[in-house]
């Protein structure tokens, strides 16, 4: 794929999938804006890659409307959109906090949200409209024990995917989401009650039909190939990268 004058914005591009789609977007000629909340982190890779950072909440909807707006006023226009961030509540319904309901809705829905609208405005005004790329999950659709809270927002991610790319499927403007299994990010380590070893991470592989965990590369591509022109006649897909996680 090429990128060659096509600008995007990639939500938690300072780590895991977000960082490795910062990559290959740059690597593919593209001009890519790294918005994140880790300065340090979004710094390491905008210098590794010569995209731009800005440090930022997503669960902020005027921080997201200042994203959008920088980017246009830099560039002149916005191509593509990757809604990458995200967290996760490892705990079932009674043992989610509302503090943590909200905050995880308010990073995973609201700023998905807020993003496609501040980038779809814009695109509106484009002749050659835009693509957006939403990170959901096997979570959103098959539900899981112990991240109750992450299963509803990676859902209700999926069904805002499919109402958006609708809303918009004659604008020129196309909106698909990625769903990804187990990856081999920061995240997967986060918030277990036990240690991170070696066997933990094995034991994780060996529910993989393929018996490994992805590369956050291996994503990456698929999330970028669905934003490319090569793409041109998917909207409303949920695409599926688990190595046959929910093909059993």
Not at 125 to 146: C, E, M, P, T, Y
Not at 178 to 207: D, F, H, K, Y
């Amino acid at each position: 794929m090429d990128f060659s004058g096509k600008v995007a914005v990639i939500t938690g591009g300072a780590s895991g999938m977000g960082a490795a789609t910062v990559r290959q977007f740059t690597a593919a000629n593209g001009q890519a804006i790294i918005v994140d909340r880790n300065a340090e982190l979004a710094a390491q890779v905008a210098a590794e890659t010569g995209a731009i950072a800005m440090i930022g909440d997503v669960s902020d909807s005027t921080f997201c409307d200042q994203v959008i707006e920088s980017a246009v006023a830099k560039f002149g226009q916005l191509n593509i959109l990757i809604n990458a961030a995200g967290i996760i509540v490892r705990s079932n319904g009674v043992g989610t906090s509302d503090e943590q309901w909200h905050r995880i809705m308010n990073v995973n829905v609201s700023g998905t949200f807020f993003m496609c609208r501040g980038a779809i405005q814009h695109m509106l005004k484009q002749d050659d409209g835009g693509s957006i790329v939403n990170f959901g999950s096997i979570w959103g659709d098959l539900g899981a024990a112990g991240v109750a809270a992450y299963c509803a927002s990676k859902g209700a991610v999926h069904n805002l995917t499919r109402a958006l790319a609708l809303d918009h499927a004659q604008d020129n403007i196309r909106i698909n989401a990625v769903c990804p299994g187990e990856v081999n990010t920061p995240m997967i380590q986060s918030e277990r009650s036990e240690a991170v070893t070696p066997e933990l991470m094995a034991r994780l592989a060996s529910t993989v039909p393929m018996g490994r965990l992805a590369d956050p590369a291996e994503i990456a591509k698929v999330a970028l190939f669905i934003a490319s022109d090569e793409a041109s006649y998917m909207t409303g897909s949920l695409v599926n990268v688990d190595a046959g996680f929910t093909a059993r």
